[in-house]
């Protein structure tokens, strides 16, 4: 005869005691796969350990969330008034890390209502669809992209920086001007893509023997950039 279990208030629980070890373990494994992928292929300099932390707790919690709903209309919406109290006011600073989390809720709710072959699957796409993005570098619009910033001394040629900045780029436009207080050198900020056939420093070694020109910094601005 199966095994009936029942809470402390003597309503009935949707799963028996090794289908609630399993889904957390399910649950543990899936975040963890999860916060993996994630630190493998992140980029920039957003990375946070915590939010990766974040990852396998989201992923948990939402499991025992929903075995603690089951079936009960009355419990989901009680859960939703106590979360509703909750604020988060912790900032993304990467929109890819909401995917995650999305992520982390989904396969979590998959896991903690013992649909193990879709949390197995869904594991899997999620993973591989992140590393085929990783390594395709999709919707990148350049694959060799830069911000060129450097100092122009107004009495000088400017003609001399424009054609260095041609014969070394495919593509160029000027993003920022700002004068000196004295009114002497300008500060440029360009964004450009190098040729083919040209590296980073034949373009900063070009810049750097001008005369009129100083302080050549070249960004690599491969994801978002602040300039």
């Known amino acids: 005869m199966e ?54 707790f989201v992923t948990l919690i939402v499991a025992l969330i929903m075995m603690v709903i089951g ?3 009355a419990r989901a919406f009680a859960l939703v008034g106590a979360l509703s109290i909750i604020r988060f ?19 979590g709710m998959a896991a903690g209502t013992s649909n193990y072959f879709l949390a197995a699957i869904g594991t899997f796409s999620v993973s591989l669809l992140a590393f085929f993005l990783h390594f395709t570098n999709f919707g990148a619009v350049y694959k060799s992209e830069f911000i060129l910033r450097f100092r122009f001394t107004q009495q000088g040629n400017s003609q001399a920086y424009l054609e260095a900045i041609n014969e070394n780029c495919k593509r160029s436009s000027l993003l920022h001007m700002e004068p000196s207080a004295d009114n002497n050198n300008l500060s440029l900020t360009y964004d450009i893509a190098l040729r083919d056939d040209m590296l980073a420093k034949d373009l900063t070694q070009s810049l750097g023997a001008l005369e ?13 950039v602040d300039y």
């Open 89 to 107: 006011r912790t900032v993304l600073k990467d929109t890819k890390d909401m995917s995650y989390i999305f992520g982390a809720l989904a396969l």
């Open 212 to 224: 009129d020109i100083s302080e050549v910094v070249l960004i690599a601005s491969k994801n978002d």
């Open 71 to 73: 079936g009960s209309l």
């Open 3 to 56: 095994n009936i279990l029942l809470n402390p208030e003597g309503n009935l629980l949707n799963y028996s005691n090794i289908e609630m070890v399993v889904n957390i373990t399910a649950a543990i494994l899936i975040g963890i796969i999860l916060s993996t992928v994630y630190r493998a292929t992140h980029k920039g300099l957003s990375y946070s350990q915590s939010f990766c932390q974040t990852i396998v």
